[in-house]
């Protein structure tokens, strides 16, 4: 019986020695004869591996053959010893398997939807990946459909190839560690994952615990008089609020980030001409990238600090926008204080972060081309503070807010995965 499909892509990596390719050819076969024509295989191998199969009889069209190098460089003369051919194929494999994939690509005008290769090709396959176009989504890993090679750490994408640090190998590690663990402990309330994330991890771990967010208490207190702010932020706001309303624009980008210079000057500038009220949280040191003039052009309407109680401000009804490095604990605070967002993700987990922001809760939204610049924040602080759709931004950023203190509550999911954690404790 044929297997009805979409029209697909399957590209086939030879480990081109020995008895290898005639058992991966065979299989493809199995599956040509099974599916139907709308599936096109790519058999990727050396010139002198793919020569014997050609003349293979019947072999249907949907299946191609495309040669790359043995990696053997030219002039070099081998020895007896058979290993040295695999050692120079393999080193030279990253590189030769992308060139049949883009030759392939080129030829059938279709993307690569599927890759079957010999185990013995898998690190030239990592790399192969590592080098896949950033915007294919991650929708083969359930609950992930919406995010992006690009959203992924640097370190996980990393991960297999020649750029992989001890960093990134823990984190490959941690998908067999993990499975192990009696519980894992979650810092994030499950009633704000609306994909089917939750359902997969829990199908691969022992069991998986959302204790809520753990860096805040809530519901969260009520403001602090504004007198007790060391740097005046509460105050500022309090003065703000009476002239201008909600349109303070929030910017912090953090503890660790320290955004390259030209992107300072782009925040500086994008704030100046947007003409809206603004609180940054700029680290000392940084200050001195400000454009001439700006800190005295803008003392009017604009307040730069060292720090600032972030949770306070996010809190105080005069902020209408966070433009935020998308740090966990940053994002958290900000959806207990229903603000929208604008993102700029910068390593680690902001990309990912930043994307569920801006598409699965959509309460924010991610700068233009992933750097400031000034026009392109000006736009994003126009949409989310003038701008229909940054009305239903703000309204999703109250749904979110109101999720979270339900969640927070005795009766959430946290309190009583809380409860489990605590009979494993003791
Ligand atoms: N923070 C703050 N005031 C500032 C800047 C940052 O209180 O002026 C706090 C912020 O509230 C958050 C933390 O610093 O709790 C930053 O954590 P996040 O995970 O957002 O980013 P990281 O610093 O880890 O990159």
């Known amino acids: 019986m044929k297997?009805?499909?979409?029209?697909?892509?399957?590209?086939?990596?030879?480990?081109?020695?020995?008895?290898?390719?005639?058992?991966?050819?065979?299989?493809?076969?199995?599956?040509?004869?099974?599916?139907?024509?709308?599936?096109?295989f790519s058999f990727i191998g050396t010139e002198h591996s793919n020569k014997p199969l050609l003349s293979k009889p019947h072999l249907p069209d949907?299946?191609?053959?495309?040669?790359?190098?043995?990696?053997?460089?030219?002039?070099?003369?081998?020895?007896?010893h058979p290993i040295e051919r695999v050692n120079l194929f393999l080193e030279a494999g990253p590189e030769n398997l992308q060139k049949g994939i883009d030759m392939a690509v080129a030829e059938t005008k279709e993307r690569v939807t599927c890759i079957i290769a010999d185990a013995f090709v898998t690190p030239s396959l990592t790399k192969c990946a590592n080098n896949s176009d950033t915007n294919t989504p991650l929708?083969?890993?359930?609950?992930?459909?919406?995010?992006?090679v690009e959203d992924l750490p640097e370190d996980v994408i990393n991960s297999g190839s020649e750029e992989e640090t001890l960093f990134s190998k823990t984190l490959a590690s941690l998908g067999s560690v993990l499975p192990q663990a009696e519980e894992v402990v979650v810092n994030f309330f499950v009633e704000l994952d609306p994909t089917s994330l939750v359902h997969d991890m829990r199908s691969k771990l022992k069991c998986f615990l959302y204790v809520g967010f753990l860096t805040l208490s809530l519901p969260l207190p009520p403001l602090p008089p504004s007198d007790t702010d060391a740097t005046g932020c509460l105050s500022w706001l309090d003065h703000k609020k009476k002239k201008n309303g909600g349109s303070v624009a929030y910017v912090s980008f953090g503890t660790v980030v320290t955004p390259p210079p030209h992107e300072i000057v782009a925040v500086a500038e994008a704030l100046e001409a947007s003409g809206f009220p603004f609180l940054w949280s700029l680290k000392e040191h940084l200050k001195d990238l400000l454009p001439?003039?700006?800190?005295?052009?803008?003392?009017?309407?604009?307040?730069?600090?060292?720090?600032?109680?972030?949770?306070?401000?996010l809190g105080h009804g005069s902020v209408g926008v966070f433009v935020t490095h998308c740090g966990c604990n940053s994002v958290f605070e900000n959806m207990c204080n229903g603000v929208p967002m604008v993102c700029r993700p910068f390593f680690g987990d902001h990309g990912l972060t930043g994307r569920m922001v801006e598409d699965v809760w959509e309460i924010g939204v991610r700068v233009e081309g992933g750097v400031f610049t000034k026009d392109g924040l000006v736009k994003c602080l126009k949409l989310v503070l003038v701008e229909e759709k940054g009305k239903r931004m703000k309204e999703n950023a109250l749904k979110v807010k109101k999720t979270v203190l339900d969640a927070a509550g005795p009766q959430g999911k946290a309190a009583q995965d809380f409860k489990t954690l605590v009979e494993v404790v003791t």
Request: charged share 20%.
């Open 292 to 313: 001439r003039g700006f800190l005295e052009r803008t003392s009017e309407n604009g307040k730069v600090v060292a720090w600032a109680p972030q949770t306070e401000v």
């Open 139 to 148: 929708d083969f890993i359930p609950g992930l459909s919406k995010m992006r």
């Open 3 to 40: 297997i009805s499909q979409e029209k697909k892509h399957v590209a086939v990596f030879v480990f081109p020695f020995g008895s290898h390719p005639v058992p991966l050819l065979n299989l493809v076969l199995k599956l040509a004869h099974a599916t139907t024509n709308n599936l096109q």
């Open 62 to 80: 949907n299946i191609k053959f495309y040669s790359v190098s043995d990696g053997v460089p030219e002039g070099h003369v081998l020895g007896n």
